[in-house]
């Protein structure tokens, strides 16, 4: 199975790293504005992670797709206020009555910065290797699943066959997880293109990555095909975006309220103060997406039982977290989905803050002695001690442990916290701790097919922990044509899924980001990531 960082690291932050001098590129103000776009200039950006992994296809994170957003493009988009799938390199598509196949229709004058042209054999080229590499793109692969293959029927035309029906595939080609790739980039190994060596037809050209430290983009001067949700068709407007890993959550506001960054991606909730007191402008974006949980890992013998399992979401006070680590900028999660994603089920009489029913479902798990320290144990004499890693001390994530290790021990649980330097970089079910949290943004409720599939990797860890009923559901998930259907069937996996407490939702994220006052056209996808194509100052 491939290694991932627990996404812990994507809410926590981690050491400061020095910002080197350079241009700005945020010299126009408002005479410029009225002027409307210039070219040239430097965007710098401050990103506050650096995944590791710039392939499309392999990494999730959102640090990694926003920097696929620039490089490389897609057969189709989605807009962020209706949801509704755009023609972009597919100008237009035709869909099976059983949805099994779906026949593209591509762009004529498209090509890879490479100067290599965009055509049929490409498209089938990039879906046969995401198959491939099977488990290094779990996600991408899932969005696959069912896979028959590819038939170029002519250069503008491809027709991609499934063994059943999918309804999720045409969103699918909207994510930088199908971000196409040249071919040459695809005779890379997996490991090429994780470090960078990426060859797509987007606005911007990767030209260099040193880890933990900057990605460089230069601007395509032939760009011509612009996503239809851009403003912005042709070539860029900054000639070059420097992008610098800021990885502490006060360091990355502060660069930006005293102008050493133009952009700053992604921002603590605790920092949007900063931005506010500033001249900079902060963006949020509700995000389509599972609600940030905590995990419990159903392989450690803690939590086999689960009574114990749905114990730890009965002593969680969602208000109170939000109100008390997150300043209010957050909703509680009502549901296993966030309120803004197609499948959301509001289910908030499934997430009550209930104590007492907390003990009692722990007493049906075996913690039936509590010691003298309010710790319960079961009939082997065995603490209920679980316990969670995470990277950065005096982070909001810390915050929220800490918070959420008060809440449970009123019931029994002494959740143990376990800072570390480092993420840990372990194969799956290797860790030595008991807990976790992620997030996986989506605008479809397959986004749960993702997440709770045993097929390949998945983000709760039950791939060898499989649920036959759950992994039926997920299936007829992504067969299910008929949206009322689809519906029904999502809100049938949501409530599994939290009977059996393989998820504690704490919170709807709503993603930050900012700009600085003389950056103009700044505006973000339907997952909140930054469209540089469209900036200018």
Same mark, same amino acid.
């Given at each position: 199975?491939?290694?991932?960082?627990? #996404?812990?690291?994507?809410?926590?932050?981690?050491?400061?790293?020095?910002?080197?001098?350079?241009?700005?590129?945020?010299?126009?103000?408002?005479?410029?504005?009225?002027?409307?776009?210039?070219?040239?200039?430097?965007?710098?950006?401050?990103?506050?992670?650096?995944?590791? @992994?710039?392939?499309?296809?392999?990494?999730?994170?959102?640090?990694?797709?926003?920097?696929?957003?620039?490089?490389?493009? #897609?057969?189709?988009?989605?807009?962020?206020?209706?949801?509704?799938?755009?023609?972009?390199?597919?100008?237009?598509?035709?869909?099976?009555?059983?949805?099994?196949?779906?026949?593209?229709?591509?762009?004529?004058?498209?090509?890879?910065?490479?100067?290599?042209?965009?055509?049929?054999?490409?498209?089938?080229?990039?879906?046969?290797?995401?198959?491939?590499?099977?488990?290094?793109?779990?996600?991408?692969?899932?969005?696959?699943?069912?896979?028959?293959?590819?038939?170029?029927?002519?250069?503008?035309?491809? /027709?991609?066959?499934?063994?059943?029906? &999918?309804?999720?595939?045409?969103?699918?080609?909207?994510? $930088?997880?199908?971000?196409?790739?040249?071919?040459?980039?695809?005779?890379?190994?997996?490991?090429?293109?994780?470090?960078? @060596?990426?060859?797509?037809?987007?606005?911007?050209?990767?030209?260099?990555?040193?880890?933990?430290?900057?990605?460089?983009?230069?601007?395509?001067?032939?760009?011509?095909?612009?996503?239809?949700?851009?403003? &912005?068709?042709?070539?860029?407007?900054?000639?070059?975006?420097?992008?610098?890993?800021?990885?502490?959550?006060?360091?990355?506001?502060?660069?930006?309220?005293?102008?050493?960054?133009?952009?700053?991606?992604?921002?603590?909730?605790?920092?949007?103060?900063?931005?506010?007191?500033?001249?900079?402008?902060?963006?949020?974006?509700?995000?389509?997406?599972?609600?940030?949980?905590?995990?419990?890992?159903?392989?450690?013998?803690?939590? %086999?039982?689960?009574?114990?399992?749905?114990?730890?979401?009965?002593?969680?006070? /969602?208000?109170?977290?939000?109100? #008390?680590?997150?300043?209010?900028?957050?909703?509680?999660?009502?549901?296993?989905?966030?309120?803004? &994603?197609?499948?959301?089920?509001?289910?908030?009489?499934?997430?009550?803050?209930?104590?007492?029913?907390?003990?009692?479902?722990?007493?049906?798990?075996?913690?039936?002695?509590?010691?003298?320290?309010?710790?319960?144990? @079961? %009939?082997?004499?065995?603490?209920?001690?679980?316990?969670?890693?995470?990277?950065?001390?005096?982070?909001?994530?810390?915050?929220?442990?800490?918070?959420?290790?008060?809440?449970?021990?009123?019931?029994?649980?002494?959740?143990?916290?376990?800072?570390?330097?480092?993420?840990?970089?372990?194969?799956?079910?290797?860790?030595?701790?008991?807990?976790?949290?992620?997030?996986?943004?989506?605008?479809?409720?397959?986004?749960?097919?993702?997440?709770?599939?045993?097929?390949?990797? &998945?983000?709760?860890?039950?791939?060898?922990?499989?649920?036959?009923?759950?992994?039926?559901?997920?299936?007829?998930?992504?067969?299910?044509?008929?949206?009322?259907?689809?519906?029904?069937?999502?809100?049938?996996?949501?409530?599994?899924?939290?009977?059996?407490?393989?998820?504690?939702?704490?919170?709807?994220?709503? $993603?930050?980001?900012?700009?600085?006052?003389?950056?103009?056209?700044?505006?973000?996808?339907?997952?909140?990531?930054?469209?540089?194509?469209?900036?200018?100052?």
């Amino acid at each position: 199975m491939s290694k991932r960082r627990p #996404t812990l690291t994507a809410l926590a932050a981690g050491l400061a790293l020095l910002l080197a001098a350079c241009s700005s590129g945020t010299a126009g103000g408002e005479d410029s504005a009225s002027a409307g776009p210039t070219t040239g200039g430097t965007l710098r950006v401050g990103f506050s992670d650096d995944t590791g @992994n710039y392939d499309p296809q392999q990494r999730p994170q959102l640090h990694a797709r926003t920097i696929s957003r620039q490089i490389t493009d #897609t057969l189709t988009d989605q807009d962020p206020e209706t949801g509704e799938i755009l023609p972009w390199l597919a100008t237009h598509w035709e869909i099976s009555d059983d949805t099994t196949q779906f026949t593209f229709t591509l762009r004529d004058d498209v090509t890879f910065s490479d100067g290599t042209p965009f055509d049929a054999e490409v498209v089938k080229a990039n879906l046969d290797r995401v198959v491939e590499i099977g488990p290094l793109a779990y996600v991408a692969a899932g969005y696959l699943r069912g896979y028959v293959g590819s038939e170029v029927l002519d250069d503008g035309r491809v /027709r991609v066959t499934f063994d059943q029906p &999918n309804a999720q595939f045409l969103q699918a080609t909207a994510t $930088q997880s199908l971000g196409l790739l040249s071919l040459d980039t695809l005779a890379l190994s997996p490991e090429e293109v994780a470090a960078g @060596n990426v060859v797509g037809t987007g606005p911007y050209v990767l030209d260099s990555y040193v880890p933990d430290q900057s990605i460089t983009l230069t601007a395509r001067e032939d760009y011509d095909w612009g996503s239809p949700l851009y403003e &912005n068709r042709g070539r860029a407007y900054y000639d070059t975006v420097e992008v610098s890993f800021i990885p502490e959550a006060t360091t990355l506001a502060g660069s930006l309220a005293s102008g050493q960054i133009d952009v700053a991606y992604i921002l603590d909730a605790a920092s949007a103060d900063t931005i506010e007191a500033s001249d900079a402008e902060l963006v949020s974006t509700a995000m389509p997406a599972i609600s940030i949980p905590i995990v419990p890992f159903v392989y450690r013998d803690v939590f %086999a039982d689960e009574h114990t399992r749905r114990a730890l979401s009965l002593a969680t006070d /969602r208000q109170a977290i939000v109100d #008390t680590v997150f300043q209010g900028r957050y909703e509680p999660a009502t549901g296993v989905l966030t309120t803004t &994603n197609p499948g959301y089920v509001d289910l908030s009489d499934e997430l009550t803050y209930d104590p007492d029913q907390a003990e009692t479902e722990l007493e049906q798990a075996g913690w039936t002695e509590v010691g003298s320290d309010g710790i319960r144990t @079961n %009939a082997a004499g065995e603490r209920l001690a679980p316990s969670i890693e995470y990277v950065g001390s005096g982070t909001s994530t810390e915050a929220l442990l800490q918070l959420l290790q008060q809440q449970w021990k009123q019931v029994g649980i002494d959740l143990v916290l376990k800072p570390v330097a480092e993420a840990s970089e372990d194969a799956l079910h290797q860790h030595d701790y008991d807990l976790s949290t992620w997030s996986q943004t989506r605008a479809d409720p397959d986004v749960l097919r993702t997440v709770y599939s045993s097929f390949y990797e &998945n983000q709760s860890f039950l791939y060898d922990n499989a649920d036959p009923e759950l992994d039926q559901l997920l299936g007829t998930l992504q067969t299910t044509v008929d949206p009322a259907e689809r519906l029904k069937v999502s809100e049938q996996v949501q409530r599994l899924i939290l009977e059996r407490g393989y998820t504690v939702p704490l919170y709807d994220l709503t $993603q930050y980001t900012a700009h600085a006052a003389g950056v103009q056209g700044y505006h973000t996808d339907i997952e909140g990531k930054p469209l540089f194509v469209d900036a200018w100052s």
